[in-house]
């Protein structure tokens, strides 16, 4: 019953009415994330913004614009070892470590739909795996190359050979390349020039198109590269790095044959945008710069740090040789692994301005890992002299050996090893998906043999500014390098979360935590598809408006907080309209980073967290916008929102260290304030108000309560009282064993007590031994200062406690500080009749007493075999409220309030996580930890209430993805080329269809004409109410400005003219429509093969 201080209250009232059945409760799953550690290879499709990521398991993550988010597994848990968007079909297309081509069709309405699955068994070789090769494994593909102007698949064997597979029929193409490498060898030989019969050199590693001349492509093999010739099925050129006796290359001088002639072999190529030369990683480090018209001479052969390493350097040499040093272990360098050559929307020359060089590899074994850019000059010759006739003119060879001259470098330093990273172009898909980028994505190794991705913007800073030709989106991106944020999954698995917390929050309070949701210019762009909220679910839909908003905060291990918005309203749309957010939907400028604090710390007493400093917990005050970050050391940070004025200049305490001078990013909004230094032992408890106190408790025994207006300590001091808990000692005689008690369970409120009927600012520290005190905090002065009055009230609780809250005895509603309720305490009001009653939860039990110090009115102990408490939480549902407790065995009990009687026990497998948050509404998060690894590498939102909740996944439509791409490039000249000259040599290129057709053969089946893409979208929504007219009306003013387009001459014939490559392909796709035109094309490609061939690969 209540105390006699409190006689009108004449009963107890049942605060869960709506609770007691059995069936008001419903555990469900709503969302499952996946935090993605086991990342194998990714893909961009920049024309609409969509983002494919592969893991190791055999699934592929699509990410695309608001809500846009799916999973898609392989028919066999293979690892998806490659990647790529066929642009043209509108396809993706993945080679899984079984060596099976997967084709999904994005155009199915709902999600992606696997449409072909084919083998490509490995040929029987005597060649053996490559050291070099990233992905290892005897025969198998090395890689698949696509391009953006055709629909076949080419795919590099090991063995040397080149497949291809026809993305429009869906079936393996009866063109195949044999080992052109093999052919030159033979070549060279019945020319008199033998050369080393090495079976490695025989690999094929990559194939990669022409930028700008369909019909060729370099086929990069170990020991040199071809290029060859579609048409005439032909080697046009072969380029090979020899190096001479005495030249150092990447490896030194202190290598045992360096007098003889060595052969690095290739590990990496990339094509200059213009097409005119090209780079070639090696093993040994170096990278060779070729002229495609000259396959004598390199025009440089380079390391990142030295140049002309394929010289012989007589004074170097002869220090070697002198000296007889080997290379130490700190001088070996790794090979090239990957290359990229990025051109930019800079320059109005048709031969482009700066480019820039990506490496990945090279390095010395004790550099940090990373990667490194090379920015390079334009590549822009005037005319040359007269001169002697040869394959390239020294004018030109002048200035391609001008242009590979760096003028700035960078090095992205990265959180573990690059295995390998993808740029991220700002629209175009052509010169292999590396032109304009403005961002790259690194697959880094992460903790315990996991890979994880970080994204950063690119290029550095410094290297160009962007022109206004630029898109606007990306323009302020060059700013400087900071990291890029990725999407939810992909950025929570390189930061590696360690735990956090499911918070509800009143709309007031929402929106003030959420401030000003401008876009922000350094989240990936993704646009790709649209997500629509699921339609037959109408009242979920409706019912979902009136969920409290809630706010996901998570902790890592690379010292950072983030909050992310997990309302139910980010799932609900306007009408038929697609989803307008992302969920969860991340809040970037509230991110914590400790590493701030570290890197600006300048004072003795900042601390400087080791490897092993990670953050335990972190306390939140959403109303007030300020956080306790809790680390493993015994420090405590403290976050506020950033001030309009300075810190204070002088803080007195000797406890407290200001961060004063720690200047957090223009964009953040929470800045550091102030440190709690260690000390005291561990942090075993911690509690933040609204009002401005914080409170901390030790192992040692000692409770600190801060005012942070100061901020100052008002109180410090080490519970007094022994702990006498019944042991055993050796003699078998129980005995008590005695140590300062410590305080496990914090709780702030405005509230009276049972003998003090004024609502004051009270502490609650509830102490393992089961004392909980009372401390009332009380303010004097002008302006006012705030102390601790008196000594604290004792009230007997419950052994090990872990949770405490102070509720309204009418409502059950908390009773929380904040500036509402303080600014009523300290007014003079007559005194406070509201009651309350205060609940503390131990690990085998819980009791509730009246007015904080008054009578027990609840007391519940669970059954032994239920288990200690994991988790407990104060739910409400239906304006009821319970307690609920989850067990280490998996056991949910729940209890009434205020009696604490028994409702119910679940076992459900969602809640069997030891790492579980319960917000006041229900709803929870379980993280699961990877058994291989042993990091969280999924999370489960769910509910305990899942009655008329949404969680069906939105409907996916990627039918709006970009098909008017850029043409395909055309071949520039060397020099300055006339408008004129232009044309007829463009006219000259092969567009892809013409390719297609020599690919496919003359059996080839005829392709299916693509679908419309107004009536592929009318037909896709029609099953959604309203959507269709929608799309209707889209699909009429798509038509009305076709017509218009057309009755417009001039429009016409001014467009011709600039995009004459993407009008000679539209010509070629309407004559394949008809069957005599299809022949006749064909007849003539074949008739212009036999006209042009002058070599045979078979020596014919």
């Known amino acids: 019953m209540f105390s006699k201080q409190h006689e009108h209250v004449s009963f107890i009232p049942d605060l869960s009415p709506e609770l007691r059945d059995e069936g008001d409760w419903m555990i469900g799953r709503l969302r499952t994330f996946e ?146 490498w093999k052919l030159h060898i033979k070549d060279m030989a019945a020319s008199g020039v033998p050369i080393a019969a090495d079976l490695n050199s025989l690999l094929l590693l990559e194939v990669v198109i022409h930028p700008r001349d369909l019909n060729l492509v370099f086929v990069a ?176 060879r002048d200035a391609m050996c001008r242009s590979i001259e760096p003028t700035k470098s960078f090095f992205y330093r990265t959180s573990g090893v690059v295995q ?109 598809g649209r ?25 890592h291990l690379n010292l950072k907080v983030q909050f992310f918005d997990v309302s139910a309203q980010l799932l609900v749309s306007s009408g038929t309209d697609p989803l307008q957010n992302h969920f969860p939907d991340a809040f970037p400028t509230m991110t914590i980073d400790l590493s701030d604090v570290v890197s600006n710390a300048t004072g003795d007493r900042i601390f400087f967290p080791d490897k092993e400093t990670s953050i335990h917990s972190v306390e939140v005050a959403p109303e007030a916008l300020e956080f306790a970050v809790v680390l493993n050391t015994g420090d405590v940070v403290v976050y506020r929102s950033s001030p309009t004025s300075p810190n204070v200049a002088n803080i007195p305490d000797s406890q407290i260290t200001p961060l004063k001078q720690v200047v957090p990013q223009p964009e953040k909004r929470l800045s550091p304030y102030f440190l709690i230094p260690a000390g005291k032992g561990n942090v075993e408890a911690c509690a933040l108000s609204d009002i401005g106190f914080l409170a901390v408790s030790y192992s040692d025994g000692s409770l600190l309560i801060l005012d942070m207006r100061g901020p100052r300590i ?25 140590h300062f008690d410590v305080v496990t369970s914090l709780v702030w409120t405005i509230a009276p007590l049972s003998k003090d009927f004024e609502a004051r600012v009270r502490l609650i520290a509830s102490c393992s031994s089961g004392d909980s005190e ?36 009418k409502t059950g509603a908390l009773k929380k500080p904040n500036p509402a309720r303080l600014a009523a305490s300290l007014r003079p009001t007559p005194k406070d009749n509201s009651h309350s009653f205060f609940l503390v939860v131990g690990k085998k039990g819980a009791r509730c007493f009246t007015d904080i110090d008054g009578d027990r009115i609840g007391k519940a102990e669970w059954r032994h075999k239920a288990g200690v408490t994991q988790v407990a939480q104060l739910v409400e549902h239906m ?66 209430f899942d009655i008329r909740r949404l969680h069906a996944p939105a409907d996916l439509d990627f039918t709006n993805i970009n098909r008017n791409l850029a043409a395909q490039p055309q071949p520039v000249s060397l020099g300055p080329v006339s408008l004129m000259g232009s044309w007829f040599q463009t006219a000259q290129a092969l567009t892809g269809a013409q390719i297609d057709d020599i690919l496919g053969g003359p059996d080839r089946p005829t392709p299916k004409k693509p679908r419309d893409r107004e009536a592929t979208e009318d037909a896709a929504m029609s099953a959604e109410a309203g959507v269709a007219s929608t799309a209707g009306s889209a699909a009429a003013s798509i038509a009305a400005s076709a017509a218009a387009a057309q009755a417009n001459i001039y429009n016409r014939l001014t467009s011709a003219l600039g995009e004459r490559g993407q009008l000679l392909g539209n010509l070629e796709e309407s004559f394949s429509a008809l069957e005599a035109g299809s022949k006749s094309m064909v007849a003539q490609a074949k008739r212009l093969a036999a006209q042009q061939t002058t070599k045979s690969w078979f020596g014919l």
């Open 531 to 555: 997500a629509f909220a699921d339609q037959t679910k109408q009242n979920e839909l409706r019912l979902s408006k009136y969920q409290p908003p809630r706010i996901l905060m998570t902790y």
């Open 35 to 180: 935090f993605l550690i086991d990342v194998s290879s990714f893909a961009i499709e920049p024309t609409s913004g969509l983002l494919a990521v592969g893991t190791s398991s055999g699934s592929i993550y699509l990410y695309g614009g608001a809500g846009v988010e799916c999973k898609i597994t392989l028919p066999q848990d293979f690892a998806v070892r490659f990647l790529s968007f066929a642009v043209v079909t509108s396809n993706i297309v993945a080679l899984d470590d079984n060596n099976q081509l997967h084709v999904w069709d994005l155009s199915n309405f709902g999600g992606p739909k696997i449409v072909s699955t084919t083998k490509f068994d490995p040929v029987k070789s005597v060649l053996t795996p490559h050291p070099h090769f990233r992905h290892s494994g005897p025969f198998r593909c090395s890689s698949i190359t696509l391009s953006p102007s055709h629909t076949h698949v080419f795919l590099a064997l090991q063995t040397g050979e080149i497949k291809t597979f026809d993305l429009t029929c869906f079936r393996k193409s009866p063109y195949t390349v044999p080992n052109l």
């Open 714 to 738: 008002i109180h410090s001091a080490v519970v007094k009282k022994h702990r006498a808990k019944p042991t055993i000692g050796l003699s078998g005689v129980g005995h008590h064993a005695s």
């Open 879 to 944: 304006g009821s409220r319970a307690l609920v407790v989850v067990t280490e065995k998996n056991e949910v009990l729940t209890y009434s309030l205020p009696q604490l009687e028994h409702l119910h026990d679940f076992e459900h497998a969602l809640t069997s996580s030891p790492l579980l948050t319960i917000d006041e509404s229900g709803d929870f998060v379980s993280w699961a930890r990877s058994p291989i690894s042993g990091i969280i590498d999924s999370a489960t939102y769910g509910t305990l």
């Open 774 to 809: 009372v401390f009332t905090l009380v303010p004097s002065g002008n302006p006012a200062s705030w102390k601790v009055s008196g000594e604290p009230i004792t009230i007997k609780g419950i052994w090990d406690p872990i949770y405490s809250v102070v509720i309204d005895s």
């Open 221 to 396: 093999y170990t020991g040199g590269v071809i290029l060859s010739d579609l048409t005439q099925r032909s080697s046009v050129h072969a380029y090979e790095l020899v190096l001479p006796p005495g030249a150092p290359g990447g490896t030194g001088y202190g290598i045992e044959d360096i007098f003889e002639h060595r052969r690095p072999e290739v590990t990496a190529i990339a094509v200059h945008p213009t097409g005119h030369f090209f780079a070639v990683g090696h093993s040994d480090g170096s990278i060779a710069f070729w002229a495609v018209d000259d396959q004598e001479k390199p025009l440089l052969v380079r390391t990142i740090e030295t140049v002309d390493v394929n010289i012989v350097d007589a004074d170097g040499l002869e220090t070697y040789l002198t000296e007889g040093k080997p290379n130490s272990s700190k001088s070996i360098r790794e090979s090239i692994f990957k290359l990229s050559w990025s051109g930019f929307s800079n320059s109005a020359d048709l031969r482009g301005g700066d480019t820039v060089l990506t490496i990945l590899g090279g390095l010395l074994t004790d550099t940090s890992p990373g990667l490194t850019t090379l920015l390079l000059p334009p590549f822009q010759p005037s005319e040359p002299p007269p001169g002697p006739s040869t394959a390239l003119h020294p004018h030109f």
């Open 420 to 528: 390998d990273y993808l740029l991220i172009p700002t629209s175009s898909p052509h010169f292999s998906g590396s032109f304009d980028p403005y961002a790259i994505i690194f697959l880094v190794d992460f903790v315990r043999s996991t890979r994880a991705t970080e994204g950063y913007l690119f290029p550095p800073s410094g290297f160009f500014t962007r022109e206004a030709s630029s898109s606007d989106r990306v323009e302020s991106r060059a700013i400087d390098v900071r990291t890029l944020r990725l999407p939810f999954s992909l950025s929570n698995g390189n930061a590696g979360i360690l735990g956090g917390r499911l918070i509800s929050l009143e709309k007031d309070v929402y929106h003030l935590f959420i401030g000003d949701r401008s876009v922000d210019e350094r989240n990936l762009v993704l646009k790709g």
